[in-house]
């Protein structure tokens, strides 16, 4: 009785959600704009789309693995409900909701599994200003200062999701490298490189 209480609950807000987005639109475009689309892209772009969320499923269970060893296709369906809720909810509250599934389901602690999607969000950050720096080191007629500031924001981006990324692969390595390079220097706190 629970959960059909919660699905109905469920279905009445994604009714209400999709009639104020759509309450101005002209539904006779809206018809006519099916009738006249390729529906041979579909297949393309849903096996794309698969791929897509599949990739994230296998970072996140990267950024999970030092807390909670767990597959990529058992984070699949979290991840799948995260960003289904973040097209309903605003200001992607739905990352919220991936954790409270991967926390019930995985019996994850909440704190880690939030703690990796920060993560997750960093890097996605660092990763779209390398794009946004490369986009404009390639834009026509653009100012040679414009496009030496963009080449180094975008090395700088691109180190920073490099790093990240070889963290995230080879974690013991790089942390005992970063110790190791750390205690060459004479000014980083002894206290500093014991907690590396």
């Known amino acids: 009785m629970k959960r059909l209480l919660l699905l109905l609950i469920g279905v009445a807000v994604s009714v209400g ?36 969320y599949w990739l994230k499923s296998v970072r996140f269970a990267q950024l999970l693995e030092p807390g909670a060893p767990l597959t990529a296709r058992q984070l699949f ?4 409900i995260g960003f289904a809720a973040n097209n309903i909810l605003p200001a992607h509250l739905g990352e919220f909701v991936r954790v409270f599934v991967v926390n019930r389901q995985h019996r994850v602690p909440a704190g880690t599994v939030l703690s990796s999607v920060v993560l997750e969000r960093i890097f996605d950050i ?29 090395a700088f981006a691109a180190g920073i999701v490099l790093i990240m990324g070889v963290y995230m692969v080879w974690t013991d390595w790089f942390v005992t490298t970063t110790a190791r390079i750390a205690g060459l220097f004479p000014f980083v706190p002894k206290w500093l490189t014991e907690k590396l």
């Not at 759509?22 to 297949?43: C, E, K």
């Not at 369906?77 to 799948?80: D, I």
């Not at 200003?129 to 080449?151: H, K, T």
């Open 126 to 154: 660092f990763a779209i200003l390398a794009l946004f720096g490369v986009g404009i080191l390639m834009a026509p007629d653009m100012p040679d200062n414009y496009q030496r500031g963009a080449l180094t924001f975008a």
């Open 77 to 80: 369906g979290p991840v799948m």
């Open 17 to 52: 959600f999709l009639w104020y987005a759509m309450r101005d639109t002209d539904l006779g475009t809206v018809s006519s704009a099916f009738q006249t689309a390729n529906y041979l892209t579909l297949p393309v772009l849903l096996l794309l789309l698969l791929a897509f």
